[in-house]
């Protein structure tokens, strides 16, 4: 599939925010500014932007506890991401929920989430309900090799199948569960095969490859849009920093494997191969960049400046 | 069945007439569980529905309560009213998670934006000495939780008006019959009706001590208070209904009036439910109180299979008429 000069340039234009982002959000973090914990979603990014990109306003999306990058993929405004990591009143959750419970309904973002597996369940119950009411919406759930390993890997897995339900699983298969190696954790390695259980269609793509994803997710959720049922995607990819920020990520992972996969950029590699096959140039890039540093640039400024939320407001919505 | 001009349905039949009512006014309705469908539920508690609704509305699940309740949690939130059976609610242990950490939290966490229509079914208590797997008593877990709404209906009648204002609520409630009421008869008026959230029923006046109780325990207390009666002990029997919300104004006027309160209860004392209403009686109307609040819970020890042992530490009439009896003589 050719995919056109358009389509590179989104996706460049998603991972490149996603990336500077996720940099900001850790200088931010570092410095005390930002409350919380974060679980940053660098060198992952091929996966949220090549996914996204095939998925409508009204598309439903679970996301994980590594979840800017899906938020922002999905459309939920930089700045609101960026407001509710500071924990301000105008943040998407309004400063409820932080990195962990971002939930953007409006953007058709079902929430990130602390509880690891948790979406793949709910992913399959927002199908059930897109079926039912023949909305024609297709649900993607974002989850990683821990949750392959957890009962909602299969029990959500199993009833998706067996009722032909229009949800895309995504595995980010980053080769750790926290400190936990994939290796030291199963002797199924292959995630992807294991939908043969439940005989539904099972793809590995390459996850530092924008277009690769693009392209699985995008013969995926037309055939779920067509009532062709739910499709398992393992991507293989790789976080850049550590578990949690915080966490340097050395003490369970060697130096050079770090480096070999840091060696295959998913934004370095999508700019470099579409220059060598002259799909796009290198001022058209850079004209990218520098819109991506306006964004920024301005999201943080409205972080910076919203206000905290009303303390009269800690009750409301409880029932 | 009516008997003297009243119509009277079971328990478990008072269920079925709500969904039935329901699932035909709001269309949006889909019901998640093991063995609903055709079977009719184990308890006969989605008897006949399956013929009206079919598989497209009433989903028959693998034994999958994690999955199954997710899905009703995810279908929720989507955009349908979802139901989700779990049966017993020993089993909905295996969901906690899922009930807890997304389906209380998701409307506070969206700031309002996504709603949760969600009813988790399942049933609680003794019955036939089932043993410990099939017998807890856990709506005191869920109480603790903001987010949730706790049904505890003792009869017919609060089955079918409580169900039905459950099925009209946009956050989760989790409705918890008593299994070994689904066979009692009682007055369920064939009109509709529903029974607000956080009023409790006042199911026998009294003036000498209030009796808390919910579930089965309402029918223990009233036998109790039938037999105090002869012996002037005047109880009035109050069956909150709903343990979250709980209707601490209820409670409270009651001991105003009685000065004296006990609770008792099928769940364990510890932690429980019953150290609510003690609070409501401390903190709100102490100043009212005659006596030291006394509660009747399980003895703590989990349920025992054998009917001498499982006795042993259930409430019963015969316990509560001597604990009440040398309460009041204390």
């Excluded at chain 2, 956050?171 to 029974?195: M, R």
């Excluded at chain 2, 037999?227 to 409270?252: N, W």
Aim: aromatic residues 8%; glycine residues 10%; proline residues 4%.
């Amino acid at each position: 599939m050719k995919i056109d000069k358009q389509t590179v340039l989104e996706l460049y234009r998603t991972m490149t925010r996603l990336r500077e982002f996720e940099m900001k959000i850790q200088e931010l973090y570092r410095s005390g500014v930002l409350p919380g914990f974060v679980h940053l979603y660098v060198g992952e990014e091929a996966v949220a932007a090549g996914v996204c990109a095939n998925l409508s306003k009204t598309d439903m999306v679970w996301s994980t506890h590594r979840g800017h990058g899906h938020a922002l993929a999905k459309g939920v405004p930089g700045r609101q991401v960026m407001a509710e990591l500071w924990g301000k009143a105008t943040g998407c959750s309004a400063g409820r929920g932080g990195s962990m419970h971002m939930y953007a309904p409006g953007c058709g973002f079902m929430g990130t989430n602390g509880i690891v597996g948790s979406g793949i369940t709910m992913s399959a119950g927002g199908a059930l309900s897109a079926q039912l009411r023949k909305s024609g919406q297709v649900t993607v759930c974002f989850f990683g090799d821990g949750a392959s390993n957890s009962g909602s890997f299969y029990e959500g897995l199993n009833l998706a199948s067996v009722w032909n339900l229009p949800v895309v699983y995504v595995c980010e298969n980053n080769l750790y569960a926290t400190e936990m190696s994939l290796e030291r954790a199963t002797k199924s390695l292959d995630i992807a095969a294991r939908a043969a259980i439940f005989k539904m269609p099972g793809v590995t793509v390459d996850g530092s490859d924008a277009r690769r994803v693009y392209e699985a997710a995008g013969e995926a959720i037309s055939r779920a849009r067509k009532d062709g049922g739910p499709t398992l995607i393992e991507c293989k990819t790789y976080r850049f920093h550590g578990h949690h920020e915080g966490d340097p990520g050395t003490h369970y992972r060697s130096k050079e494997e770090i480096e070999s996969w840091k060696k295959r950029d998913p934004i370095k590699a999508l700019r470099e191969s579409s220059m060598a096959e002259k799909v796009a140039g290198a001022d058209e890039f850079d004209a990218i960049d520098r819109e991506t540093q306006a964004w920024l640039e301005d999201a943080v400024e409205f972080g910076r400046v919203s206000p905290e939320p009303d303390p009269e407001t800690a009750l409301d919505f409880v029932w | 069945m009516v008997t003297n001009g009243k119509r009277e349905i079971t328990y478990g039949d008072a269920g079925v007439e709500a969904l039935g009512e329901e699932m035909r006014r709001d269309p949006s309705i889909v019901y998640i569980g093991q063995g609903i469908g055709p079977r009719g539920g184990n308890f006969r508690q989605t008897k006949g529905l399956w013929a009206e609704f079919g598989d497209h509305r009433l989903r028959d699940t693998a034994i999958t309560e994690l999955g199954e309740t997710g899905m009703a949690i995810g279908a929720a939130m989507a955009g349908n009213r979802a139901i989700v059976d779990n049966v017993f609610l020993d089993f909905s242990l295996e969901a906690m998670t899922q009930i807890v950490q997304q389906a209380a939290n998701a409307h506070f966490l969206s700031n309002g934006e996504l709603k949760v229509p969600l009813m988790v079914r399942g049933s609680m208590g003794s019955v036939r000495n089932a043993g410990v797997q099939h017998s807890h008593t856990f709506y005191a877990w869920f109480a603790h939780i903001p987010g949730l709404k706790v049904v505890v209906p003792a009869t017919p009648y609060d089955v079918k008006g409580l169900m039905k204002t459950a099925l009209r609520d946009d956050c989760p409630v989790i409705f918890i019959e008593h299994k070994a009421l689904y066979n009692i008869k009682g007055n369920v008026p064939a009109e509709e009706y529903l029974i607000p959230f956080g009023k409790a029923n006042i199911c026998r006046a009294g003036t000498t001590a209030t009796l808390v109780a919910v579930g089965r325990m309402v029918h223990v207390a009233l036998d109790a208070a039938r037999i105090l009666d002869q012996e002037g002990i005047s109880l009035e029997v109050l069956d909150p209904r709903t343990i979250a919300p709980l209707d601490r104004e209820g409670i409270a006027a009651s001991i105003r009036k009685t000065t004296r309160v006990a609770v008792v209860e099928e769940a364990h004392a510890s932690c429980g439910f019953s150290g609510e209403v003690f609070s409501v009686a401390c903190e709100d109307c102490f100043d009212s109180l005659d006596a030291p609040p006394k509660r009747i819970c399980a003895r703590p020890a989990p349920n025992a299979f054998s009917p001498e042992l499982e006795n042993r530490i259930l409430p019963d009439v015969e316990r509560v008429v001597t604990e009440i009896r040398d309460w009041m003589n204390s």
